[in-house]
Every structure is written in C-alpha cells, then in structure tokens.
C-alpha cells in the first residue's frame, strides 16, 4: 500500500508558525471582550428601576392569593391575644415575686418585646384584620393599645391615611421623607435627634402628640386636623380610654412606689416604643443597594406605593410578634390576618417579581443585622428633592461628617 508522506514545506503549510498562533489567540480574546462588553451593555439596560410602573396590575397579586388567606378567625384572633396577655401577666409576676437586679433587664427586654407583640394584635383590629365584627375589633383594640397609652381610634385612623397614601410625599402618614427645603428650615439640634440613635427609636410617643414635622396635629385632639367631624367622638372615646390607663399607673405608683412602677412597666413601655420605631422605620427605608422610590402627582398609585415597603426577617421574633415583618403584602392587602401573611406573600412573589425584594436571613435568633441596616440608613437617608415625580432618599454630607462612621 503507498503511503503519503508529509514534506516539511507541507508542515509548514498546515501548521501555523508560533507568531501566527499568538495573533490568533489575541483575536479571539479581543472577541470575547467586545461580547462581554456588549452583554454588559445590554444588562446595564435592563437594570431594574424600582420607581417604573410595575408590569402587573393589583388585581394580579390579589387573584394570586389563596381564598383562605382573606378569611378571618376571631376565635383564632382571640387565641393569640391569650396567650400574649398571659405571657406579660406571668412575666409581671415573676418579675415581681424574684424581684432582682440580675433579672430586671431580662424582663425589660421580654416584657416590652411583648407589649409589642399587644400592639400589633391591636394594629391587626384596627385594620378589621382581627375579625370581621367592628365591636369585636373596637373592644379588643381599645384593650389592647389602652394599656400602651396608644389612642386606638386616632392612631387607627391615623394609621389608615398612611396606608392609603404610603409612598406619597405629601399625603403620607408616618415615617415620610421630608424635602430639601424643610430639612434646611430644621434647627442642628432637630437634625441631630432625628438622625442619631437612640433618638429615632423613641419617637413614637412624640408622634402621637405632635406628628411628624411639616404636619400639625396630635392623636389625642379630637379637634386635630387629623380627623373629619364625624370622627371626633371615637378619638375622644380613646382618650378617655388612655387618660383611665394613667390614673392606674398612677395608682399603682402610690400603692407600691414610683420605682416598683418604673421597674414593672415604664421600662418596658420604653422597650416597646424602641421596637415599634424600629420595626416601622425598617419597613419604610431600603438599602444603599436597594433605594426606595418616593412619589408624588400622577407618578404615586396604591399599587406603587405599597411596593416601596420592605420585608424584614427579625429570627425569633417573626413569631412573637405577628409576623408584622412580612410587610409588602400586608401595605397592599391590610385585610388578611397576620397568620396568613407569610403564605400570602409566597403565593404573590411571582407575581410580584423584582418588585420584591428578598429580606435579609437573621444570622441568630435575634435580628441583630438590623441595627446595622438601622445605622446605615440614618446616615445616609436625609432629604428627598424639592422638585420631581419619582425621588429618591439624598444624604447631608455635611450631617453626615459630624458622625463617626459606622458599619
């Protein structure tokens, strides 16, 4: 059989020479930059903009829920305020009865962890969440939050505005943006306990008698511009209601001493207040990587407001207190009782999509992450432009170099 035979002139012909080979290499590396290049800039285009109208309507996340999720217990309702109220009266017991310095901040820390637990209970029934019989709600709510010094019917109604109007500059309750020009009208000291822990964690008390700044107004008033005539008789009714709680706080403080008082709730009312601020102020502002849009004029609707709240996960608390951290579909659908809101929102995320956004896992079983997010937040989440439609949170340079930096 003929073999063929390969000269060195053929070799020479089939095999590239080493500087040929080094050309092509650098050809092809060119080439993969400018694919990388050009997907880069195709990603950069669709980045996703939290402020652009979602491609999906209310009605999409409400048919994505499962029907048992809208329907109320009030026997389960019930159940759980049991168990909360019997938990602060053992608690306030054995506080009592072991009465010791090495316990007392154990007890502060569960005992205001629970009046918290008895403001959202009370939150749930002043959204009609807790049941659907309105004396049921009014009852229970007036229980509930009179114990706190908590108007329920003027935060109640308060409260309504706020999730009626979230996300809106202008006409939102709580926990809004202030713009540029009223920011720079704020004295330094202002500033500096709007901005700087733990001032903004005691703000709730201040709220219920003065508002927020720029608003005028206080939730025990019924003649405050907060409520419309025919509102005013439940805000007095709840007044009443907190005004009885005090002259039992004051009776109690004769009876057994102002320090007994002190010790037994006024601590944990502080815990509780700290808890309420923190929660609320989490579930409104986001993350350097995660900016909230703020609205106003046509660009706000009830849809795109309500996605400008954020889920928060705070370990073994979600339980304790309602699961009040799973917040997106709660700001949409105030309705569904808070043990159907975890299933809820898993039912909505895909619908919801980016809208979304994934709550940070609690490493422990406290949410200490948190007060780092906190932290970061109040350095940086200042002001909002005096001027445009969609806005974001900008930051007092100035403010912010007063600070020492934290995490």
């Known amino acids: 059989m003929h073999q063929q035979t390969t000269t060195p002139t053929q070799l020479q012909t089939t095999t590239p020479p080493y500087p040929q080979n080094k050309i092509m290499r650098h050809q092809q590396q060119q080439r993969q930059e400018e694919e990388a290049a050009a997907k880069a800039t195709e990603d950069s285009r669709l980045v996703f903009d939290a402020g652009k109208p979602p491609p999906f309507r209310i009605g999409d996340v409400r048919a994505a829920v499962p029907a048992h999720c809208w329907r109320k217990s009030p026997l389960r309702s019930l159940s759980y305020v049991a168990r909360d109220v019997a938990v602060v009266a053992g608690l306030a017991v054995a506080a009592a009865a072991l009465d010791t310095w090495a316990l007392w901040p154990i007890y502060w820390a569960a ?90 964690l005691l703000a709730f008390p201040v709220y219920l008698w003065y508002r927020s700044p720029g608003k005028n107004g206080s939730h025990f008033l019924p003649s405050s511009d907060l409520f419309s005539p025919k509102e005013r008789a439940d805000v007095m009714l709840s007044t009443t209601c907190c005004c009885v709680m005090l002259a039992s706080l004051l009776a109690m403080a004769c009876a057994f001493g102002p320090l007994h008082l002190l010790k037994l709730y006024t601590v944990p009312y502080l815990v509780f207040v700290m808890w309420l601020d923190l929660v609320t102020y989490l579930h409104h502002h986001g993350s350097p990587e995660q900016q909230l849009p703020w609205y106003r004029g046509e660009e706000w609707s009830y849809l795109r407001g309500g996605l400008t709240t954020v889920d928060r996960d705070y370990g073994w608390i979600n339980k304790i207190h309602h699961d009040i951290g799973t917040h997106v579909i709660h700001h949409l659908f105030p309705q569904i009782p808070h043990y159907h809101l975890v299933e809820a929102t898993k039912a909505a995320r895909p619908v919801l999509g980016r809208y979304y956004r994934e709550p940070q896992k609690s490493a422990g079983p406290l949410p200490l992450h948190l007060f780092g997010v906190l932290l970061r937040s109040l350095r940086v989440d200042h002001f909002v432009s005096d001027h445009g439609d969609v806005v974001y949170y900008q930051t007092d340079h100035t403010l912010l170099d007063q600070h020492p930096k934290r995490p």
């Open 111 to 200: 005992q205001g962890t629970m009046f918290w637990a008895l403001f959202v209970l009370g939150h749930d029934c002043g959204h009609g969440s807790f049941s659907d019989s309105g004396t049921l709600n009014s009852a229970v709510g007036h229980l509930l939050h009179s114990f706190i010094l908590v108007p329920y019917h003027g935060w109640r109604i308060s409260h309504r505005t706020h999730h009626q109007n979230h996300g809106h500059i202008e006409r939102d309750e709580s926990w809004h943006p202030i713009t540029e020009k009223l920011y720079r009208q704020l004295e330094p000291r202002t500033k500096k306990l709007r901005f700087t822990v733990p001032f903004p």
